[in-house]
């Protein structure tokens, strides 16, 4: 199926389940979604079943935003207690759409929990309480951490059970032996149409993009082994600069810190901050990529960990550090492309109906020597030096393999019998899935498009939204005023500052104009040091950025005028760290005297 095929599929309504080999483009069709859902005032409720998994798409865990947390079972007294909840109770009570990414790794037992609330909460007995459930995810990939007794006989349960069995039992749920969400009875109540995305935008070699599908499909054999046995390499001889990725934690945590330590010169630390509240902090530091504490030196191979295309990286983008600003202190660095980024920090939230309920921020980058596989999922590497003779998972070695674009950039160190197997289970289910998205496209291709403009439309009505015509897929896109065409590069510039002085004089946050603009942070406070240099930047049109933090404020500009000059290193050392430069610009942005944007 096409991307355009599933995404007007989703437009309906209807419940779907959108998967598709890695990098044939599913995370794009979720972001199409929203911004269709959005542009017409229907917030979706962004989840994903792991917290790396959340980071990427800009949502929360579906176990935060259900309520079940840490909870395995699920009886009527916590049940209840769930639904009582003020906070949860409005938010699944406003949801019209739930999208869960990464469900391959959500337990069958936690989603017939999930469907169990959402029903309780809505008061209603449609699957999921009615709220259309777009499921993201691919079953050959990594599975969920089940345990159950492996001598007893599989069976699948999972589901709510009858009164008659609450009678007797507290449980709601009936504990599963089942591995994957499609084995709970809510996966099959909820009918989701399966959406196979066939298009491949990852890979690039025929002859590689063949050898994954035959581990997918279990045809892997002798000739496309000799194909990796080409790609075997010693130890010894690994690009030093190219990512390795390793099964365990510890042995990543060992590349990295050897070769750091190795490297002549100082080290800088970068040390992540967050706001909000705790539990939700907890979910978004665990998923991040970028550490908690990030070390760094000149000559330290790193990898970007976030997307942001208008300044020239993606997640998986790498480079090397080929210094640090003298000003602000931050990393600058080169990619492999030749091109240089000054990195600023950015932000990880977790948003809830237009309103950030969490945040950290740390600079999207981490050391780039060693990765785990898991931590991997959902990046596109150039080249990888890759260790598969420790997996221990079924799907592990493929997820491994199909980070990288084509074999030429893969790097093998070895690999056991495990490495080249997806789960048995999932061998018959892919097949199913795919007869089952071949007869799907067969009837939407034989379905009149008024009639699908007319789905589209009750569905926008029934969440609350408003009817809007869609864009011609031709018309120029404009973003924070920049016109591309037939303007040169000082009349953009001068637009850009326009619209974030705009912005910023309807009291917007730094941090709400950097999201409308598509920019980040740093680039919007270089837009109002530019506009504070010209003098066109009023002092009075800015103050609402010092709510709440007036004191701060007050106390770096007076060390900008003990101190004398307009450079940030300076306060930032006598401070010792205690406000971050974000802060000590916004404070020098602020202060009364005329300064020039050094």
Same mark, same amino acid.
């Given at each position: 199926m096409l991307q355009s095929q599933s995404l007007s599929i989703l437009k309906t309504g209807a419940n779907v389940f959108l998967t598709g080999e890695p990098g044939s483009g599913k995370t794009h069709v979720i972001n199409e979604y929203v911004v269709y859902l959005r542009a017409r005032g229907i917030e979706p409720a962004i989840t994903a079943s792991t917290g790396i998994a959340a980071t990427h798409i800009g949502g929360m865990t579906i176990h935060s935003w259900s309520g079940l947390g840490i909870k395995t079972t699920l009886d009527k007294d916590g049940l209840n207690k769930i639904a009582s909840s003020k906070?949860?109770?409005k938010r699944i009570q406003r949801t019209g759409v739930l999208i869960i990414?990464?469900?391959?790794?959500f337990p069958p037992d936690s989603f017939s929990m999930v469907d169990a609330i959402c029903r309780e909460i809505k008061q209603s007995s449609k699957p999921f309480g009615? !709220?259309?459930?777009? =499921?993201?995810g691919d079953f050959s990939q990594l599975p969920p951490v089940v345990r159950y007794p492996t001598n007893q006989p599989r069976r699948i349960s999972g589901g709510v059970k009858t009164e008659a069995e609450n009678n007797s039992q507290t449980t709601l749920i009936e504990e599963s032996s089942a591995c994957f969400a499609y084995d709970s009875p809510a996966w099959e109540q909820a009918n989701p !149409?399966?959406?196979? =995305?066939?298009?491949q935008y990852r890979q690039d070699d025929s002859n590689f993009l063949a050898l994954l599908s035959a581990i997918r499909r279990n045809t892997f054999g002798r000739d496309h082994l000799c194909h990796l046995e080409t790609r075997r390499i010693e130890r010894q001889a690994a690009p030093k600069d190219t990512p390795k990725l390793f099964s365990y934690n510890a042995d990543v945590d060992r590349v990295n810190d050897d070769i750091l330590a190795k490297l002549p010169g100082e080290t800088h630390v970068f040390a992540m901050?967050?706001?909000g509240l705790n539990v939700l902090v907890a979910t978004l530091r665990k998923g991040c990529l970028s550490p908690?504490?990030?070390?760094?030196?000149?000559?330290?191979?790193?990898?970007f960990t976030k997307n942001n295309q208008k300044e020239g990286f993606v997640?998986?983008?790498?480079?090397?550090v080929e210094g640090f600003d003298e000003d602000n202190g931050y990393p600058i660095v080169k990619t492999r492309s030749g091109r240089r980024i000054d990195v600023e920090t950015m932000d990880w939230t977790i948003e809830e109906n237009g309103k950030i309920r969490a945040r950290i921020t740390q600079l999207p980058l981490r050391l780039a020597w060693a990765i785990t596989v898991h931590k991997s999922q959902g990046m596109n590497l150039d080249e990888a030096v890759i260790d598969l003779s420790n997996v221990f998972e079924f799907g592990q070695g493929y997820v491994a393999l199909s980070r990288v674009r084509r074999s030429s950039g893969l790097y093998l160190l070895g690999w056991n019998d495990r490495a080249f197997q997806v789960h048995p289970e999932v061998l018959e289910k892919d097949a199913q899935f795919r007869a089952q998205s071949e007869q799907t496209t067969g009837t939407f291709e034989r379905t009149d498009g008024d009639e699908i403009a007319a789905m589209s439309e009750r569905f926008i009505r029934a969440c609350g939204g408003k009817i809007i015509a869609d864009m011609r897929p031709d018309a120029p896109k404009v973003?924070?005023?920049v016109r591309p065409a037939r303007e040169d590069k000082t009349t953009q510039r001068e637009r850009r500052w326009e619209r974030t002085l705009a912005l910023i004089r309807s009291e917007k946050t730094i941090a709400a104009v950097a999201k409308m603009c598509g920019r980040t942070k740093g680039t919007i406070l270089k837009h109002l040091e530019s506009l504070r240099a010209l003098g066109k930047l009023p002092p009075q049109g800015i103050a609402h950025l010092a709510d709440g933090s007036e004191q701060a404020i007050a106390e770096i500009q007076s060390a900008f005028k003990e101190l004398g000059g307009n450079k940030l290193s300076p306060v930032f050392q006598k401070f010792a760290g205690a406000y971050s430069y974000e802060e000590l610009r916004i404070a020098r942005i602020m202060l009364n005297e005329q300064f020039t944007n050094e």
């Open positions: 906070y949860i109770a990414d990464e469900v391959s790794m009615g !709220i259309q459930i777009v =499921l993201v !149409i399966v959406c196979y =995305l066939t298009e901050s967050s706001q908690e504490t990030l070390h760094l030196k000149v000559g330290a191979a790193v990898m997640n998986g983008t790498l480079g090397t973003s924070c005023g």
